[in-house]
């Protein structure tokens, strides 16, 4: 009787693998590699929605754990209801997709993105099997895996499971829902990752409008898509534009969420860096020193964030002529994105770039040369050999070429760069 029970599990999937595939942002080998690991996990396990009552108040504790801010002890309790559910024959149900979905929050929020990754990709996996594609449920799921995605680096992906996410969400909850509002809100994150600045600005412009009616005007909702509106703007040169929207983002979050909080710090961060574009690079520093502040006192030292704020004092110490002191930040930012995001994410090259711009300043061509090759590379494997990243470090490369009078190597990385940014206008 298990065995045929397990078998209809089984074939079950199948129409979902066929409703994948019909979505035009997913991809048919994605599509089989879950229907085979469904299918081999179920042969494995007995289904059942039955007495999850346990699973389910653990899922409770982990809500007030994220609540408070004591993620480790959410952690520890998510692993517990996991092993229960194991115990009990109970790896598919609901209950359990919404404890890896809270797992995978609280891996985000103490910056562990692999960790974060993976316990989305199985609540994605459950939700597809227990409650179909078209569900809500479902398409939040592909909301969180593609944020994860776009952590670490993988930019590409987090696009293409944002418009999936939007697509389900869309068809079962409206245009104008507020969670349609929140995907649009990530994916237009995605596509400024991918130095796709209009499809971002459309997508918050969008996102804006449908915040403001769910939530008003002053809500925190409301004030993330301001300040996402603002590097948007930050991006295409719009600085007028970008310090008004930054400015208004943190005068809502100060209010609603107090001056001490995570968002705050991201509000500081933007205006910091339009002083440090507008040449008032004093002020960039007094909001980056702020912000540091902020990050470290609610995310502590080690934190992906941190590292961010990190990277951009280096940049506001280049602009006061303090080589040193911005060597010392640009370290630091690595080590702490290596540690937490891996040595070939692109946070990575970025803290690269910049070490090396700052080692050509000091007269160390050779140490820039092997920053910038690297940076190179991790933008390349990540990016594709066609993005603006690649574009500009290659372009950065040839000075270190020009200066060391390997001219014709130079002129050859100023005209691949010169090719990428054709396909970009």
């Known amino acids: 009787m298990q065995t045929l029970f397990i078998r209809a599990a089984a074939l079950r999937t199948l129409p979902v693998v066929h409703v994948l595939c019909s979505y035009p942002h997913t991809h ?22 039955d007495n999850t009552d346990s699973v389910s108040s653990l899922n409770q504790t982990m809500v007030e754990c994220h609540k408070s801010g004591d993620y480790k002890k959410g952690i520890d309790t998510g692993k517990q209801a996991i092993a229960l559910a194991e115990r009990n024959g109970e790896e598919w149900t609901v209950d359990l997709s919404t404890t890896f979905s809270n797992l995978g929050a609280m891996y985000e929020m103490l910056g562990l993105y692999k960790e974060a990754q993976a316990s989305h990709s199985r609540c994605f996996t459950i939700r597809i099997v227990v409650l179909g594609v078209d569900h809500p449920d479902t398409g939040l799921s592909a909301h969180n895996l593609a944020v994860t995605y776009e952590k670490v680096g993988r930019y590409t992906d987090a696009v293409e499971f944002h418009r999936l996410s939007l697509e389900i969400l869309e068809k079962t ?82 209010k609603v969420r107090g001056r001490n909080h995570p968002a705050v710090a991201d509000c500081l961060n933007s205006i910091g860096v339009i002083h440090l574009n507008t040449a008032r690079h004093l002020l ?23 590292a961010i704020t990190t990277n951009n004092l280096g940049r506001a110490c280049v602009r006061e002529g303090k080589y040193s002191v911005a060597v010392d930040h640009y370290e630091r930012a690595i080590s702490i994105q290596e540690t937490i995001l891996g040595s070939d994410h692109t946070d990575v090259a970025t803290s690269l770039n910049n070490l090396a711009g700052v080692r050509l300043l000091q007269k160390h061509p050779m140490q820039a040369e092997l920053h910038y090759k690297r940076a190179l590379s991790i933008w390349k ?44 206008e």
């Open 28 to 49: 048919l080998a994605w599509c089989s590699s879950i229907f085979l690991f469904i299918a081999l996990s179920l042969s494995d396990i007995s289904y059942s929605q």
């Open 284 to 306: 960039a520093k007094k909001c980056f020193e702020r912000a540091w502040v902020i990050q470290v006192g609610s995310l502590g030292e080690d934190h992906p964030h941190v």
């Open 173 to 254: 909850l409206g245009r104008d829902h507020p969670d349609v509002g929140m995907v649009l809100t990530s994916l237009g994150v995605a596509y400024s990752k991918n130095s796709d600045h209009d499809n971002a600005l459309s997508c918050y412009e969008r996102a804006l409008s449908i915040n403001e009616r769910a939530f008003g005007a002053d809500a925190p909702e409301v004030a993330t898509i301001l300040n996402n509106l603002s590097v948007a703007h930050i991006r295409k040169k719009n600085y007028d534009k970008a310090i008004d929207y930054a400015n208004r983002s943190l005068q809502i979050t100060e």
């Open 381 to 424: 494997n990540a990016l594709g050999s066609d993005h603006p990243n690649v574009a500009l470090c290659l372009e950065n490369l040839a000075e270190v070429y020009k200066v060391t009078d390997r001219l014709v190597e130079a002129e050859t990385l100023l005209k691949q760069a010169s090719e990428i940014r054709k396909t970009h």
